[in-house]
């Protein structure tokens, strides 16, 4: 079953503007992760928010976490043309050590 | 130091033949992941390997597939008899110690075709 489902599935906005992407999951887990993988290669960790916080930045990322509704959102701001990418949510599940359950992703488009 | 490797990059091979996948860790690394990107199925976890531990082998798809871990170090997963449906990005990742709070690391990728 798949445990992250983010929407949208694909975001085109233009550079300057803000991206939101939601990410819901099933289970309870420890923490939540956000990915960003560029032409459908390597994955790079963007940041990782854990089950008692409800808010996290990262210079122009900004992630909330509701463990009441299992969802989380990933928001850039002032968005750049080098942000396009796709975006996945990641979630262990509540195990012990880092095995991830990805989320389909969300393909961004920012255009100059 | 430099980041976690894989090789090959593409890899093309026929029904049924068996290929290897080899993943470099970053060095001190004792945890490593190997992960499948395909189409229909999104990332899908594989197999976990922690130092001298028994391999979490709970999300491998088939007996075909395997992989091990030689010195702690180096990873090479195995699919025997490849069919089409293998045809996937397969992904190694590493992290210190393997704990849930940790950052992994991903490799490029290695993307198999299967003909």
């Known amino acids: 079953s798949q445990q992250g489902e983010e929407d949208p599935q694909a975001l085109s906005i233009q550079e300057g503007e803000n991206a939101t992407m939601n990410c819901s999951y099933k289970t309870s887990i420890n923490n939540l992760q956000w990915y960003r993988q560029n032409s459908g290669r390597g994955l790079v960790h963007l940041i990782l928010i854990r089950s008692n916080e409800r808010e996290k930045h990262s210079g122009r990322l900004r992630v909330t976490l509701d463990t009441s509704k299992k969802s989380s959102s990933l928001l850039i701001t002032a968005s750049r043309a080098a942000d396009t990418a796709s975006y996945f949510c990641?979630?262990?599940?509540?195990?012990?050590?880092?095995?991830?359950?990805f989320g389909q992703g969300t393909i961004l488009t920012v255009h100059p | 130091g430099a980041g976690v490797s894989q090789s090959p990059s593409n890899k093309v091979t026929e029904k049924g033949k068996d290929v290897e996948l080899r993943c470099d860790p970053i060095?001190?690394?004792?945890?490593l992941y190997w992960y499948r990107q395909s189409l229909g199925q999104g990332l899908e976890f594989l197999i976990y390997?922690?130092?001298?531990?028994?391999?979490?082998k709970s999300g491998l798809p088939s007996d075909r597939f395997s992989a091990e871990r030689t010195g702690g170090s180096v990873s090479t997963l195995t699919i025997q008899r490849t069919q089409q449906e293998d045809s996937a990005v397969y992904l190694c990742?590493?992290?210190?110690?393997?704990?849930?709070?940790?950052?992994?690391?991903f490799g490029p990728g290695t993307r198999l075709l299967v003909l």
């Open positions: 990641a979630t262990d599940r509540g195990t012990s050590y880092g095995k991830l359950t």
């Open positions: 990742a590493s992290s210190l110690h393997g704990g849930w709070e940790e950052t992994q690391y």
């Open positions: 390997f922690q130092g001298n531990s028994a391999p979490d």
């Open positions: 060095s001190g690394h004792t945890a």
